[in-house]
């Protein structure tokens, strides 16, 4: 479980299996091995779970902790990689890095990552005959995103004022709201986008460069009682818990909200789609996407831009 804060890294383990409170170490990262003979830094397989520190908002952070995985923890191996970070900011804030805070965790973090563990990824399926997979946990909020028509904009100085001019799609060209009014709602939508848009572009490549040893899934998990609008403004945040209070009904519970992840996790191949290089679940089904995240020249330019922001060599398509 790789993430930020080890106290509800701690909690969810803890939620998942009580008695791993008996095995706790203070080491920064965590492990559920009641083998106490073993030393930490050498994992014993047959353990269930993990704590990992990784901040996605930061590139070094998120070398250091795909150097822990290998060279310290020495996971043999990895089936299945699941990219579940999300969050909304009320305000524009960059990160360490000087990257938008918002792409940067909902999709340029997910991207460095993946990348960097794509060749324990094959590894792994070369040696177990059987593909891996890529999870990204996207949200049907991406049909709200939007860009300025680009006819619309001549230069930086206009593009403020020409956003009202809108068309649906991801914008390349303003990608981190340096040229546009940064909104908490078009912004997040955007992120979505670009983690379908990066999803579909890593199951082409892998089926075109790989032979598809590596399958890509994206997915919406439902409307879930979570905190990522914890973030929002207060005039916006507590009118929402409000609405909430109404909603819960409706909303499923986190256990819930992760049922289509699991079910993408654990799909068999003969579930897999032939004709599509990443599929897109809700309620664990398969459900066609808008014609906005449809797109394989976008893709492409997004995973050549994401490259770029995350200081990674660009691939020539073979």
Known sequence: LACRSKSRAVEAMLNIDPSWNDCRSNNNYISSNNNTNN????????????FLPLDLTSIPSIHTAVNILWN??????????????????????????????TMAANHLGHFLLTNLLLPKLRETAIRQKHPTKVITVSSSLYTNAVRPRRNNINNEATAKSKWNATEPGIDLHDLQCQNKPYRLFEQYAQSKLANILFARELGRREKLQHGGLVQSHVLHPGLVR??????????????????????????????????TTVYCAMMEEEEESDDDESCYFVNSRKQPLE????????????????????????????
């Open 226 to 259: 979570t905190n990522v609008t914890r973030n929002m403004p207060w005039y916006l945040y507590y009118p929402n818990l409000i609405f909430s209070l109404f909603m819960m009904m409706l909303q499923k519970s986190p256990k819930c909200g992760a049922y």
């Open 72 to 101: 310290e923890m020495n996971i043999p191996k990895l089936d299945v990689l699941i990219n579940n970070a999300g969050v909304m900011w009320n305000e524009r804030r960059e990160t360490v890095d000087g990257l938008e805070m």
């Open 291 to 318: 014609k906005l995240a449809l797109s394989v020249d976008e893709g492409r330019r997004l995973w050549k831009l994401s490259c770029q922001l995350m200081l990674l060599p660009v691939e020539k398509e073979s």
């Open 39 to 50: 030393k930490v830094g050498a994992i014993n397989p047959k353990n269930r779970m993990h």
